[in-house]
């Protein structure tokens, strides 16, 4: 036979498993709200959500009464679960809640900061390179003209030379 000590630890740690679960729920229903996944994605969630739930129960049923599965480990989880559900579920939620908030609004200063310094990293080479391509690109259509005017000049020259030989002979 237990101790009431023992007995006493036992049922504390089941108190604890349905803490721990209601934990798990709302920060599982928490992200669930954040990522919003589809029919596929909240199966695997729920899938995941119960395994990950299970094995918290096993380790703590371990630690707890040594692995027995009795009927006051059920009424103290479903207790604990409801002690949770009743007076912390509102505050873990507003906390959890809280910190996405948080996580976002340094994401989003992080995003600014990289923004800034690309702009500050690469606006020297956009305008080098206007500078070089703009000017390049009107001395290649200066070119461009001057060549094909040059070319039909040529081609003009060549016709006056050819018809000049020709009426000597």
Sequence with gaps: MQ????QLFSFVVTLLMGITIGILFDFYN????VIRPRKAGTYLGDFLFWVITTIVVFFMLLIGNWGELRFYVIIGILAGLLFYLKLLS???I?????IIYVIKKVLTGIMRVVRFI???VSYPVFLIGNIII???GILGRIYNKLSSFAGRQGKRLTKKLHLWFH???
């Design 94 to 98: 507003k906390i959890l809640l809280y």
């Design 167 to 169: 009426k000597k002979e």
């Design 118 to 120: 690309w702009f500050v």
């Design 3 to 6: 101790s009431l000590e023992s």
């Design 30 to 33: 928490v992200a669930k709200g």
């Design 90 to 92: 509102r505050v873990v």
């Design 134 to 136: 703009i000017p390049v």
